[in-house]
């Protein structure tokens, strides 16, 4: 979760070239924000899941990885801190896959300091009002304690199950074929062959459900799964 306040972000750059990282970095060092650098995909894998930041920066061409795997790999287990990828690679459909793979904003290089401050700021205001708790007709899912309730009962969730109905809830009423739901929650390339999600949906129905009401999480024939909105 975000943890900015007075102006100041916390701040993972991902990026290999070190000209481009000292500049971003003394640039947004000078601005208040505190700038941690990862130089490979492995690095800043680590360190965004081993630390809670209010904003990523993301390159797309790493030593080790494409930037597009790290964005998919940081939203399996986070979708709610900003990331903005800073790449050289400026066609439209770049753009468009990685804002589908949830990117928040593309900049594309070389750009202005000011142009990257702005959108620093305009990403970590959005970060900060995310909903910490998500609700709909009949769930409530506090995304920090990861606590999900219903009617007034509470149950603790493993990571994965957590990541699951959060991933449902966000898309409320929408239908998430099995293929979505692997893609986001578990990372591409996962065996699409493979009744994870199915055996996931039953753990959590096990525990949210109630004898003689429907489900909580909807199977809709031959298409996936959805919460009510």
Known sequence: MPTA?????????????????????????????????????????????????????????????NGRDVLAAIRTRDTETPVIVVSALGEIDDKVTLLDLGADDYLVKPFAFAELAARVRAAARHGQSSSRVLRTLELELDTKTRVATREGAQVDLPSREFQLLEYLMRHPGQVLSRQQILDSVWGFGFDTESNIVDVYVSYLRRKLDRPDEPSVIETVRGAGYRVRA
């Open 5 to 65: 306040g007075r102006g100041r972000v916390r701040i993972l750059l991902i990026e290999d070239e070190d000209g481009i990282a000292s500049f971003i970095a003394k640039g947004l060092g000078a601005e208040g924000h505190a700038v941690e650098r990862a130089s490979t995909a492995a690095e800043g894998h680590a360190l965004a899941f081993a630390h809670t930041y209010d904003l990523i920066l993301l390159d797309l061409l790493l030593p080790d990885s």
